[in-house]
Structure formats: structure tokens, C-alpha cells
């Protein structure tokens, strides 16, 4: 219970410190707002303050469809969606067409080759 009144406490500052705009597309946040963690937790992340960006859920999400298996920095990405909308992409349909990541456990052994 404490950690969901912390992580609330800590979007909410991001959201705050960033001028109420997405960490990733930098455009103004309106309703569905989540926190991302710039080193996640499953890598040793901590929830504080300076680990914790305000994102909306659709970038965060799409960023992680995106690339499944290692997700760019969050400004890397950021930069992505200026040059694919500059280009004319829709990341968006992008997004939702492409495959989940399947785990498929170690990789098969090449000795044969």
C-alpha cells in the first residue's frame, strides 16, 4: 500500500518538474499519466526521485512494444519519435502490429555447423 502512495507521490513530482509534459514525446500530459523508472527495478532501480520520469501510458507502452528486448534510453526514444514524425511514421500502428516477444529459452547450439 505505502509503495503505491509513494510511486503516486513520485509521478506526480516528475509530472510537476517537467512542466506537465511526457519525458518521451515532450507534449502536455492529460488524464492517463504513468512513472516510468529510467533504471528499472528488476535492474537494481530504486523508486526515487531522480529515477522516476512522468511518461503517458501510450509512450511508455509503445516504447516497450517497440523494442522488447532492450528498450532505448528514454531521450533516444524521445528523439526517435521527432525524426519518424518528421518522416511521416506512424509508430503507433507500428506499435500494435508487431509481434509480442515470444520467449523461447536458450539459444539452440550451432556445434553442428
Not at 15 to 22: E, N, P
Not at 54 to 64: G, Q
Request: glycine content about 8%; overall charge positive; hydrophobic content about 40%.
Amino acid at each position: 500500500m505505502w509503495v503505491n502512495f509513494r510511486i503516486q507521490y513520485l509521478r506526480r513530482a516528475a509530472c510537476r518538474d517537467q512542466g506537465g509534459l511526457c519525458y518521451y514525446c515532450l507534449r502536455p500530459m492529460h488524464g492517463d499519466v504513468t512513472a516510468e523508472h529510467l533504471l528499472a527495478r528488476r535492474d537494481g532501480g530504486k523508486d526515487t526521485r531522480e529515477n522516476i520520469v512522468a511518461t503517458h501510458r501510450l509512450c511508455n507502452s509503445r516504447r516497450h512494444q517497440l523494442f522488447p528486448f532492450e528498450a532505448p534510453e528514454p531521450m533516444a526514444y524521445g528523439i526517435l519519435l521527432l525524426l519518424a514524425e518528421l518522416a511521416g511514421f506512424d509508430l503507433e500502428d507500428l506499435a500494435q502490429t508487431r509481434p509480442r516477444r515470444i520467449s523461447t529459452g536458450p539459444m539452440p547450439s550451432l556445434a553442428f555447423l
